[in-house]
């Protein structure tokens, strides 16, 4: 399984950002996508992960109301747009496909399989 984050970028606070994750598997219906990120030196957190049928959604609670997670099967691709952006939210943002809802990322953590993830600097 391979993962491709893009989208992050430079923002003022209260900006906006749409970031991608292509995964690289043949059954990608069948998996949910969660999005994670990582601040230096704190552990990586779930921000949010929506289910295989793009039925169900999670989010953390210091993003609900401002984040949006979606997917499109067709395209092997999952999203998250990020709106009202603020300097909390900085950091490196990683995607991985889960058997599990919500999303754990144990099984992806354990191939350690993570990609590069794609870096948010929102400035105040």
């Known amino acids: 399984v391979q993962v491709a984050e893009s989208g992050g970028g430079l923002v003022e606070a209260g900006g906006s950002l749409r970031l991608s994750c292509v995964v690289s598997?043949?059954?990608?219906?069948?998996?949910?996508v969660g999005w994670w990120r990582q601040t230096t030196g704190n552990e990586r957190e779930g921000v949010s992960c929506?289910?295989?049928?793009?039925?169900?959604?999670t989010y953390a609670d210091s993003v609900k109301g401002r984040f949006t997670i979606t997917r499109d099967n067709a395209k092997n691709t999952a999203y998250l747009q990020m709106n009202d952006l603020k300097p909390e939210d900085t950091g490196t943002y990683y995607c991985?496909?889960?058997?599990?809802?919500?999303?754990?990322?144990?099984?992806?953590?354990?191939?350690?399989?993570w990609g590069k993830g794609t870096v948010v600097n929102v400035s105040s």
């Open positions: 991985a496909p889960d058997l599990s809802f919500p999303c754990t990322a144990r099984r992806f953590d354990a191939l350690g399989a």
């Open positions: 598997i043949s059954n990608f219906d069948e998996y949910g």
């Open positions: 929506i289910k295989w049928g793009g039925t169900s959604t």
